[in-house]
């Protein structure tokens, strides 16, 4: 089987200031998703007031939360704790990547989410065919 | 403790019986209300057992025993397996301490959790020193509470 693009995450979501979901890959793991990035806001909120301190990620039994910040944005993978820890980050660092890339300019305002939902079609493209559009694109711009 | 930098022991809803006091916490009731909250959260949409909470200088372990809680903070430079092997033996030693944490009826009075202050600065070697097992067990059965 062809891999794609997000291979370890189950879910993703970005999140700018206070919790305000831009984007999610959701499966049917997260029911509610408002209240599930309110709650990570509040989370992130009260670990940094209490320790000084920067959240990376939560563990559980099963599953496992891991954060990055970048570009003013939250990006949060939950991936099954069989996967390993630097194989879900890695993860999650690629696609925050590919994600900013893609909207860098949208992301400094933010505020019509719906432009954002184009990123599904990205996330469901193979490794391979995603560096295939990229070096399109690059020959395209050098021609 | 040599790994860990708190211990706290929390009831159901948050309510703290034990915390050892260092500089890292200044509010044990709010912050004891904070971890049940994460806790019953990270429990209901994930239906999911909480472990641990990493930030990039501090980590919080988390133990379920005998319907309490055991909570370990400790520096992210302390390797996971150290701090969630001096929770585990703190957290036996506390229930070896206070059977009676199981007896709903006693746990109004929390100050009688305040004795593990004399328990908590020792270090596992203090209790294990060379002959690791058989000396706890010595400990164990000279101790008063015996």
Known sequence: MKKTLVEYLKEFFVLKEGGKC????????????????????AINGFYTLAFNDELDQIEGK?????????????????????????????ELEYFADIFISRF?????????????HSF??????????????LLEKYYLVKN | MEYLREFIVLKEGGKVLYCNSSELINDE?????????????????LKDDLRQIEGIV???SFLTKLGCQFVGISSMNVSCNDAI????????????LFPEILNKDNENDVRIFQRFNSEIIKTKKDYLGKGFESNYLS???ESEDW
Do not use: H, W
């Open chain 1, 120 to 133: 599904s079609s990205e996330i469901i493209k193979t490794k391979s065919q995603y560096l295939t559009e």
């Open chain 1, 62 to 90: 099963n599953l496992r939360i891991t954060f990055l910040n970048k570009e003013d944005c939250q990006f949060v993978g939950i991936s099954p704790m069989a996967v390993k820890n630097e194989e879900a980050r890695d």
């Open chain 1, 104 to 116: 860098g300019d949208e992301l400094e305002n933010g505020e019509n989410v719906r432009i954002f």
């Open chain 2, 85 to 96: 092997e001096e929770l585990q033996f703190f957290t036996n030693r506390f229930i070896e």
């Open chain 1, 22 to 41: 831009i984007f999610s890959k959701n499966s049917d793991l997260i029911k509610d998703e408002s209240l599930f990035t309110g709650f990570l806001e």
């Open chain 2, 58 to 60: 501090l980590r919080i």
């Open chain 2, 139 to 141: 400990y164990l059965l």
């Open chain 2, 29 to 45: 009731i709010l912050f004891g209300g904070f971890l049940e909250a994460i806790n019953s959260f990270y429990n209901i949409s």
